[in-house]
């Protein structure tokens, strides 16, 4: 299993951007009943978790983000996304994408996204 984050760049405060990640290796059970979530590390070596979504449809978003982003999946694809409205410099981070099915989880590498104010 490879999970691959796209869509990274830069974009001007108040922007949008949509990350992806590709989870290539998963059968469809698997990702059907993962959790799907996204990270962010900003300065210093601490991931925060921006957004998760459960097998249920269940979504939980950090506070700072609550109302800008929103986390979604397309089960034919393997593929969850981020969509990311009203970008401030605040959201300038490489993002992560990760998965969990049971006892194992699996990280994409990074993508970079830069907020110019």
């Known amino acids: 299993v490879q999970l691959q984050a796209s869509g990274g760049g830069l974009v001007e405060a108040g922007g949008s951007l949509k990350l992806s990640c590709k989870h290539s290796?998963?059968?469809?059970?698997?990702?059907?009943?993962?959790?799907l979530a996204w990270y962010r590390q900003r300065s210093g070596p601490q991931r925060e978790s921006v957004a998760t979504l459960g097998p249920s449809g269940s979504r939980n978003y950090a506070d700072s983000v609550q109302g800008r982003f929103t986390i979604s999946k397309d089960n034919s694809k393997r593929t969850t996304y981020l969509q990311m409205t009203g970008l401030n410099s605040e959201d300038t981070a490489v993002y992560y994408c990760?998965?969990?099915?049971?006892?194992?989880?699996?990280w994409g590498r990074g993508t970079l996204v830069t907020v110019s104010s």
């Open positions: 990760k998965a969990t099915y049971g006892a194992q989880e699996y």
């Open positions: 290796g998963m059968i469809l059970s698997m990702f059907s009943g993962s959790t």
